[in-house]
């Protein structure tokens, strides 16, 4: 389908790469392919890999986006049927197939759950599962969008030296793949939470501020990775939690001036829901 809608016969996209009847069978599911003569073809066709995935899968996410879009979506709605649901299919699977990263899925579904029930999660199950999850994460060499996605979604439930330790491990075992925008923008997130996390609630801000230097690291770590200039949304975000990090450490004029900054930027460009959200933040937090 691809080649016929760019106008590229057979004969002309197989030249240099294989065989035109290799093509042929190709394209007619009769035979498989090579991934390195996959790429050649992706290559003169002008097109990558996530384009081509795309269209393979009738222009809907991969199976790994859309765990983490259907379990997000059915918390915001508050669904905890939905959720039961989810748990249930990725627990088969893991029993089905042995995976422990279904495992994974579970207990971040379970999460979800008990938040929307507001129910406890079990103490011991808890536990024992977010030591799976967390021997997991450390075991593994390089950090793509599925470990920084379920840490992501997971983090609440870890404690702060634990949140600490893993969003560095997090930060240095993505570095491989940080140009790629999926993992940019999973990494980013990954670090806003963390320094959201360390900040505290709201009641905290009338306590001493004992994460100063953790703070002070992921902060580097978001200017390390750079972002955008046209990526203005994340870009306030920082300016208010640099605003609110001068609150919670006791500069609480300097720290009002930021973030109302931020949210006058959001109110001129018309974002006025994200304008109230901060605004109504910043009520509480001084």
């Known amino acids: 389908m691809i080649r016929k809608q760019k106008g590229i016969t057979l004969k002309a996209l197989s030249d240099g790469v ?36 795309y269209m393979h899968r009738d222009f809907q996410p991969d199976n790994i986006e859309q765990f983490f879009k259907t379990a997000n979506k059915a918390y915001m709605n508050r669904d905890a049927k939905k959720l039961k649901l989810l748990k249930s299919e990725q627990l088969r699977s893991a029993n089905q197939y042995g995976v422990n990263t279904y495992r994974y899925n579970a207990l971040l579904l379970e999460v979800y759950e008990s938040i929307v029930d507001d129910l406890y999660i079990d103490d011991g199950i808890q536990k024992r599962e977010i030591r799976l999850l967390s021997d997991y994460l450390f075991r593994v060499e390089v950090w793509g969008y599925y470990e920084l996605t379920l840490y992501n979604a997971t983090l609440l439930l870890l404690e702060p030296d634990m949140v600490i330790l893993l969003s560095k ?70 300016l208010q939690l640099k605003g609110a990090y001068e609150i919670r450490t006791g500069k609480k004029e300097e720290g009002t001036a930021k973030v109302k900054q931020a949210i006058q930027i959001l109110n001129d460009l018309g974002s006025t829901k994200m304008a109230y959200n901060i605004e109504h933040y910043l009520r509480l937090i001084v």
Do not use: W
Request: overall charge negative; glycine content about 2%.
């Open 18 to 53: 294989c065989s035109v009847s290799f093509l042929s069978k190709f394209e007619r599911s009769d035979s498989d392919i090579t991934l390195g003569l996959m790429t050649r073809l992706l290559e003169k066709l002008m097109m990558n890999f996530d384009e081509f995935l």
């Open 169 to 238: 491990t997090a930060f240095e075992k993505s570095a491989r793949f940080r140009d790629y925008p999926k993992i940019h923008e999973a990494i980013t997130s990954v670090l806003f939470n963390t320094i959201i996390y360390l900040l505290g609630s709201v009641n905290s801000f009338q306590e001493n501020f004992t994460y100063q230097q953790e703070f002070n690291t992921f902060m580097s770590y978001l200017e390390t990775i750079a972002i955008p200039e046209s990526n203005l949304v994340d870009r306030v975000h920082v």
